[in-house]
């Protein structure tokens, strides 16, 4: 059989429950099972439902349990008081199994005693507990609720129906079992007599922890300070030496950064003459370069856009205009190129 | 209700808000300081375990610049034009050499500024340059204006050549 996360995390939690005695199952012989026809929508506290059908029991001053379906209410008086949270009816569980077997069907279960279940439109009509078997009763039932198939069923399967059905049970018929009053009182009673002594012992849990932890933290940061000073009074000459060091390196970094800023002139001058070694159409008439400004004049017969395509390949060059392009001749123009410099430092 | 009961959880909420509120150890505080005290005693057994002497810590480039202590202004620009006429000996012909007349000073150095004009191919120019890279001192030519001369079939180069003094 496969699982999915789902019905894994359910089936751990009815374990649990189990485990720890807040669900219960109350014997169909403690049990007497009413249908009560309800119209659609129609949900009756248990204030109602005590109030309407508590004549109906067979027990003086009955405890019950109600399990809503489509169109009625599956209505168990218990004969006795339960203290379990969760209150699940055995007629419930043994009903759940049989409920898609067949649509209309009288079923006798050899259980502990005999169950007898009553179902017609897969709705649980009546059950009843012989101590043996009445075949008068029987036929009287299949003559009063119009039902002709019977089918018997032995205390094994019954047993391992139960158990199943116990086992897959949802969380919405889990909710509904629940015996608890949910109103803000007496939740918030149930919240201090279950649960102040575990708040408290939380809260002096956290705080004790929070404390010892500080404490340790403490006491470990006195050891590494220690250390840090014995480790730091050995370094002194060390770090005196460290510190003019630094000084003195981030004079001459300023320096660097004031002074040798900009590309030398033997650089910028060679890149120019390896990137324009190729043209035989020029003659360089003037260059002036002044911090990061640099002026160009060439002068040429050809394009002045296909050198400035050259001269930005210069790395040392970050923007370059065309500031003057006249023509002196038929076939030379006399070209400035506006540049601005890179930082190298 | 259980009376005794609420007031135990009373009080016992009122102690966890007080001391959260008031006495709570800041554990990410204490933890970001161990790990800092750890770094730190990281980086001092670090320096110890390098064995570093004095000379490790050595940066003089003091000799790159003129030395104001010993140098007077006219002594450090002497000084520097006989470097430049070395540089350009044989290669650059000087028209002009025009000290500035004060140094400007800085923080901890002085700039000694020259103007020179030239005669001198480019090739040349470039040969001059690196005689100037190989000198002792540190020069720096600050602005440079190179015009062709037609009719001597030479460049005409006015620049404008800084060296450094540290001050007194």
Known sequence: MCYNGKEVLIFMFIKTLKKFHLLGVVSCDDTSYLNVVLPEKVKLTNELVRLNYDKYSPFISPKFVTFPEKSYLMLWFMRSKNDASIIIPECYLLFKSLKNRKKDCIYILNNQKINVFIIKNNQLLASYVLNVLDDTLIQLSKDEYLIEEIEEIEEIEV??????????????????????????????????????????????????????????????????????????????????????????????ELFIQNELAYPSVASIMEAIYKTLKDSKDIVIDSMNINGDKMLLRIRTSKSAISYLEKLNSIAYFKEILIQKNIRLTKNTKMVDFSIRLRKVF | MNNTKILVLLIALVTYINYQNYFKVDIRHLAKKIDNLKSNIKREEKIKDENLSKNAFSLNYENLFFNGKKESYSQAMGHM???????LNGVCRIENIKWAEAPISYEWYDELAMNISLTCSPKNFLIAVNRFNKTKKLYKVKSITMRRNITKQKNIIFLKLLAFRLSK
């Open chain 1, 159 to 252: 047993n391992k129906m139960k158990e199943e059905s116990i086992n897959s049970l949802t969380m919405n018929e889990i909710y509904h079992f629940i015996q608890v009053n949910m109103d803000m009182k007496s939740i918030s009673k149930f919240i201090v007599e279950k649960f102040t002594y575990p708040i408290v012992g939380l809260i002096v849990f956290s705080l004790f922890v929070n404390f010892i932890q500080g404490m340790y933290l403490e006491s470990k940061i006195k050891t590494l300070e220690h250390k840090y000073l014995q480790e730091k009074a050995e370094n002194k000459e060390l770090r005196g030496y460290i510190k003019k060091y630094n000084i003195k390196a981030k004079k001459y």
């Open chain 2, 81 to 87: 034009q006989k470097e430049v006429a070395d540089a």
